[in-house]
């Protein structure tokens, strides 16, 4: 259980996020003023913390830096309203996660904490290296194999953490790079210092360079204020720059600067800002084919391979996929309510013949899935839930509607817990197709059209099975 501890004078604010957050995943703890606020976390150490930069015994600021001293890697969020925006963006500048601008609107918050509790989560829980027949250290993060592919990604961790070296990660979607990116952060000399993490993918280019490096008011349109970035956030400490191929050509400038002299400008700026931070970078991209094709910059390659790891696809991880699925399912059976002690031979047999083309990341999916619908105390094969295209297996038909209600009712009924993702593919295969059937299969026009980058664009086509040349 993860815990919110909300610093706030106001009795009708604490309640609210009572209501609105409190179940049997997240814990709400509440405080009226500033003693009471440091109290509780130090009693609690909370995940996540809220605070009201008005407070009745204290400045908010104040309050900040004192817990701040006490951990400095919790996700601090402020409260503010009009009068005290200047605080807040001061407060980002020492080290806060973010602010909320009164009066508070619940969709914002709640996008906020899930990305905060999700930080909060790379930077508390360590990853361990889980042996397949214990049942200890089943409850976070773990990095799990025995094939020698892994045990070269373990030396290669165990040599590069104690370093001050820039870091590359490489390797096809789902296969663990975030928890390794973890285990060199918890390992480092950095590892009470802040952390922060961007994913270049998910973020459009117009916004990625401002996430990064902040930009200054009036910078562009929407620039109504100053906002620090999360390198500025992360100074002291290290930044975790995940699928860092789709960086625009701009982004890839600014970030070869930081790494040649750890100095930047926020976008509309022009005075130099020093920072000290560690890069740990992450790609799912060939990046010496994307310098080849001029959308990578090659002084950046160089400057961010200082160090290589590359993690095998699960397909190539020998006897390993048992030994993660035992892994999930020591995981993953008490959570859900179930005495699932082994896993059937045929079982294995099956889930040996499916490609796996979300690595690792997919393997604990089908279990999670898996284990919702199972019974007695041994994992049949009848209890696995669609894999695929694979040769011999079940299929997962796309409906013609899109999120039809008897798609969603079917998914249901199956026991998903992955509808969203489920139905994001679906909505992607099928706006993709349409693009690219429009553009008559040229990839620049249809990333332009759908306001992604070309890196991105490949990316997803790839992930989805989607031959561009078949729209040509």
Not at 146 to 170: D, H
Not at 367 to 381: D, Y
Not at 399 to 427: K, M, Q
Request: net charge negative; proline share 4%; charged share 25%.
């Amino acid at each position: 259980m993860q815990s919110l501890l909300v610093i706030d004078d106001e009795a009708s604010i604490c309640k609210a996020f009572e209501r609105a957050f409190a179940n049997d995943q997240i814990m709400v703890i509440t405080a009226r003023d500033g003693a009471e606020g440091r109290q509780k976390f130090i009693e609690a150490k909370p995940d996540v913390v809220i605070i009201d930069l008005s407070l009745p015994d204290t400045n908010g600021i104040e309050l900040f830096k004192r817990l701040r001293e006490l951990d400095a890697r919790v996700p601090f969020i402020f409260i503010t309203g009009h009068g005290t925006v200047e605080s807040a963006i001061e407060a980002t500048k020492l080290g806060a996660y973010d602010y909320l601008f009164k009066p508070l609107e619940l969709d914002e918050i709640r996008d906020l904490l899930d990305k905060a509790f999700s930080l909060s989560r790379m930077i508390r829980v360590q990853p361990v290296l889980a042996e397949s027949d214990s049942d200890e250290d089943v409850t976070g993060n773990a990095i799990v194999g025995r094939c020698r592919a892994m045990k070269e990604v373990y030396k290669a961790i165990g040599r590069v953490a104690s370093q001050n070296l820039t870091v590359l990660l490489l390797g096809e979607s789902g296969t663990g790079k975030e928890v390794v990116a973890q285990a060199i952060y918890h390992h480092s000399a950095r590892s009470t210092a802040p952390f922060q993490a961007i994913n270049c993918a998910a973020i459009p280019d117009a916004l990625l360079e401002s996430e990064i490096f902040g930009h200054e008011k009036g910078a562009f349109t929407d620039a109504h204020r100053q906002r620090i970035g999360k390198l500025e956030q992360a100074d002291g400490g290290t930044l975790f720059l995940d699928e860092v191929g789709d960086m625009s050509p701009l982004t890839q400038a600014k970030l070869l600067r930081v790494l040649q002299d750890q100095t930047f400008e926020r976008v509309g700026g022009n005075t130099p800002i020093k920072i000290d931070v560690r890069i740990i970078a992450a790609t799912n991209h060939d990046l010496k084919q994307l310098v080849a094709e001029g959308l990578f910059r090659t002084d950046l390659y160089f400057r961010l391979s200082v160090v290589t790891i590359r993690l095998p696809p699960l397909r190539d991880r020998e006897d390993d996929l048992r030994v993660l699925a035992e892994y999930f399912l020591r995981r993953y059976s008490h959570e859900f309510g179930k005495d699932i002690r082994s896993i059937a031979p045929e079982t294995i047999e099956v889930l040996n013949q499916y490609r796996w083309p979300g690595n690792v990341r997919e393997l604990e999916s089908v279990m999670k899935q898996s284990l919702l619908t199972a019974r007695g105390n041994i994992l049949l094969p009848d209890f696995l839930p669609p894999l695929g295209d694979g040769p011999g297996l079940q299929t997962t038909s796309v409906p013609h509607e899109f999120l039809s209600e008897r798609f969603v009712a079917e998914r249901l009924e199956a026991g998903t817990d992955n509808l969203y993702a489920e139905a994001i593919a679906i909505a992607e295969r099928q706006l993709f197709r349409q693009v690219l059937t429009h553009t008559a299969g040229t990839q620049l026009k249809a990333a332009t059209l759908l306001g992604i980058s070309r890196v991105t664009l490949r990316s997803k086509l790839k992930s989805l099975g989607i031959d561009a040349n078949d729209f040509g």
